[in-house]
């Protein structure tokens, strides 16, 4: 039998306007829209906080522009749509905080879930303990990868003895970074003696100018336009301790006065080119894949 009522009118969505429920878009650069109000139709070209309220500008075909407030009243391909603040700034931000975060601070790409490699036998050796730690801070991430351990001279004075004793060969490679290695000083005749030995085809020893490590962080890190000049036969470290108005007076007075140096120090670009040069070369000789021979 047929229903000579028809069908329930007031079944569904009765109340829902003839175009369908607006739907919440975010005002995108280039999107077409119209008003509903004015019937000005334009692309998004511009989305702005004035007065405490977002506006956005559209336009038109004929290169005017008018502006209105962002949220309800604007139809997009026909259908009725809540305008809503554009996020692709935050988006690019977060983005790029992630590109970031996905960089070791020597500016490698990080390897994520990368356990730390069994040691190999090459090693990497440093004057001191505060080359040790400014190495960790920057290249450990790298160091971890690849297996490197690095390890301490307590001073070159001994460095052709500590070869002897390391015993270098083409699968058991030694780096080793120099301070204030000069020419004319007597670490470079140290080094110079060194690499007259037989096994320093298998050694690659680098360095930088500086008086000690610390000069290696860029002076502008703490505040500074350079490094002081200590005179010699004063303690160096004392010495810029001093004359930066730090306590200078003990031992616990310049670990606090590196603490806070190292502090400073964020990423590579925060080191003079020198050392970075110097340490990626040490790196790069140490981790030559087993079975190359190097030159």
């Not at 905080?97 to 990497?124: D, F, L, N, Q, Y």
């Amino acid at each position: 039998m047929n229903d000579r009522y028809g069908t329930d009118v007031l079944s569904g969505d009765w109340r829902a306007p003839a175009r369908g429920r607006a739907q919440s878009v975010e005002a995108e650069l280039g999107m077409v829209v119209e008003d509903v109000e004015t019937g000005w139709c334009g692309a998004i070209c511009r989305v702005e906080k004035a007065g405490g309220m977002h506006v956005v500008h559209l336009e038109d075909r004929r290169g005017r522009r008018k502006g209105f407030p962002l949220g309800p009243g604007f139809l997009l391909e026909g259908r009725p749509v809540v305008l809503t603040p554009p996020k692709q700034a935050e988006r690019a931000a977060l983005a790029a905080a992630r590109k970031e975060a996905s960089r070791t601070a020597s500016g490698s790409r990080a390897v994520e879930h990368a356990p730390a490699r069994v040691a190999s036998g090459s090693r990497i050796f440093v004057e001191g303990r505060h080359d040790a730690e400014l190495v960790e801070k920057i290249w450990g991430d790298d160091l971890r990868v690849e297996g490197v351990v690095v390890e301490l001279l307590e001073g070159v004075d001994d460095l052709t003895a500590v070869i002897r004793d390391f015993a270098p060969s083409a699968d058991r490679r030694m780096g080793v970074l120099v301070d204030h290695l000069v020419a004319g000083t007597k670490e470079d005749r140290i080094v110079q003696a060194a690499r007259a030995l037989p096994q320093s085809r298998h050694v690659k020893i680098l360095g930088h100018p500086y008086v000690d490590v610390w000069q290696s962080v860029r002076p502008a890190r703490l505040g500074l336009e350079a490094w002081p000049v200590i005179d010699r036969g004063r303690s160096w470290k004392h010495g810029v301790l001093a004359e930066l108005g730090w306590p200078h007076t003990t031992q616990a007075d310049v670990a606090r006065g590196w603490k806070q140096i190292l502090g400073s120090v964020r990423s590579y670009s925060d080191l003079e080119p020198t050392l970075l040069a110097s340490v990626e070369e040490l790196i790069d000789f140490v981790t030559v894949p087993q079975g190359v021979r190097h030159p």
